[in-house]
């Protein structure tokens, strides 16, 4: 019988923001229920996560800001993944962001925002609900 | 000392533990075992009978007196309040100016500046990696015009300044000394701390620039001059307060932080200095979390085992070089965004810890810091916060009150002997810069970060509000944005300032830092021409980079 092939996710930190603790308990969350995650380590613009997400062939990217810099970071990522001809990943973001702005994260794509306080198993959820089997 | 016969109390303790046990089927407890953050079990009742294996004189002793476990000062707040510092700092160096002279208004003791991520990572704000974070978290500075303008009307000779600043901390604290000399204030005069932690950075906080050995170089350089030139100043602040944010334990907080404190002295004897030269100016940072009795034992047990380290290990013979004089911000990553007032309380909580575990100085978080940056009328109430602990609870009317409980005993005991373990852990690995190539103090404190989120979802762990009170509630506040045109202004400024300086001298003065970097020499005296000809904080970063490289991190997740 073959293997299912396991969600691949890709967690990443754009930006100069060093804040790493959420990303990395969602990432181990994301991995003990059966996900495959990589992550990119802190520092990254969004032009390397966009070339990660497609070298990796990933179903999901995780995008996490502290810093409020989530408004030029996230819309950059969602505008060059159009650009390479990939909008068919699932982008998800998470940090601290204020209601105000979630409105226009989505209009861009991202399909949830998940602040402080969330649980790991919504995220869990979220993503198995909506992440679209690829091949 | 005690009233008692040991033997005597021994058996009436046990009487009554057993009369306990048996009502224990009517009437259980909420837990089968309480346990507090660092895995230390927490017993029903403490007795004198705790104390007998801690020798009072050698192990607790006298305020301002060796090991120091009941406070650095004979009097402590009897004598003056601990410093209302609160940390501050968004947008251009205009805006930041006006903040301070605003909380310095409301009664505010001290300074504390928080810079934008790339001034702590030493870009411009011109350069493509800053693009989106110009004035974000702190205020931007590219050069020292706008630390002109960001102590505009502040008079250097009588505030102490704290700057959270890490890689580039020699760069802003000589654009520091040269407002003071344009104030006309001697440099012996100044008092106040740079961060200039850069170890925590690789493992917690993440602005470093350099690699490990390079940037050991500059914090020692600092430790140096500095005791020449500012012998008021703090030459670094070793903190614990990012390490517990990043998710580590008490126990863990003070054994990682005193463990960077050990690989700075060393690093500092290596390099030639006594440690009785620098010792008196290291500072340190805590954070205060949740759990209250811990943390007040946690300050306790870092200041008795710092002072051990500093005579027995390094063989200091002042008393000053032996003192952790320590700075404490309430727990960030313990605000939640729901129900947002509810984070005035624990932040209340959180101070009053902190001043029974005798803090030199305090910043008390804004209820609305998990969701924006604080708002004025935020950090009003934090700021009030403190001061109503120090005028209106009279707890700092004696020394140490909760000196001689016996579960504060006991407890500051095992936090010493448990952050023992671990620093002897990390010296078999070499020292603290050891572990943290081989990603062992990371791991850690990934580890317990983990475990605390699983405690708090499998609802062991109550979080009001979060996973237990909740309300259906939409997550509002009166939102600080900072001006997206900060940037623009930025490069404005940049560009104006290349104009008008010498060029020829700012490379001249840039020259001579990169042969100083190449070679031995102390750094400072460079990094401070290089300043005062105007030459940006990007090009001083250049050109180290150019000598030392670029820190390259091992990314590790998961077991």
Redo the contacts between chains.
Sequence with gaps: MEEKRKIRVL?AKP???????GI??V???L?EAGME?I?????Q?PEQIVEAAIQEDVDVIGLSIL???H???FP?VMELLKERGVPDILVIGGG?I???DIPALKACGIKEIF???T???DIVKFIQENVKPKG | MAHFDPSELRDAYNTWGKSVEKSLNKAPERKTEFVNTSGIPIKRLYTPLDLEEIPYLEEIGFPGNYPFTRGIQPTMYRGRFWTMRQYAGFGTAEESNKRYHYLLQQGQTGLSVAFDLPTQIGYDSDHEMAIGEVGKVGVAIDSLKDMEILFDGIPLGQVSTSMTINAPAAILLAMYMAVAEKQGVPLSELRGTIQNDILKEYTSRGTYIFPPEPSMRIVTDIFAYCSKNLPQWNTISISGYHIREAGSTAVQEVAFTLANGIAYVEAAIKAGLDVDEFGPRLSFFFNSHLDFFEEIAKFRAARRLWAKIMKERFGAKNPRSMMVRFHTQTAGCTLTAQQPQNNIIRVAFQALAAVLGGTQSLHTNSMDEALCLPSEEAVQIALRTQQLIAYETNVSDTVDPLGGSYYIESLTDEITKRAEEYIKKIDEMGGAVKAIEKGFIQREIQDSAYRYQKEIEEGQRVVVGVNKFKVAESIKSKILRVDPRVREVQIQKLKEIRKERNNAQVNWALDRLKNAAEGKENLMPFIFEAVKAYATLGEICDVLRSVFGEYQPAVTIGR
Excluded at chain 1, 15 to 21: C, F
Excluded at chain 1, 39 to 43: H, L, V
Aim: proline share 5%; no cysteine; charged share 25%.
């Design positions: 967690a930006g100069l923001d060093g804040h790493d603790r990395k308990v990432a181990t969350a991995m995650v992550y990119t380590g802190i520092r613009t810093s409020g810099a408004d030029y970071h950059k601290i204020p209601e105000e602040g402080p306080g649980s790991t198993k």
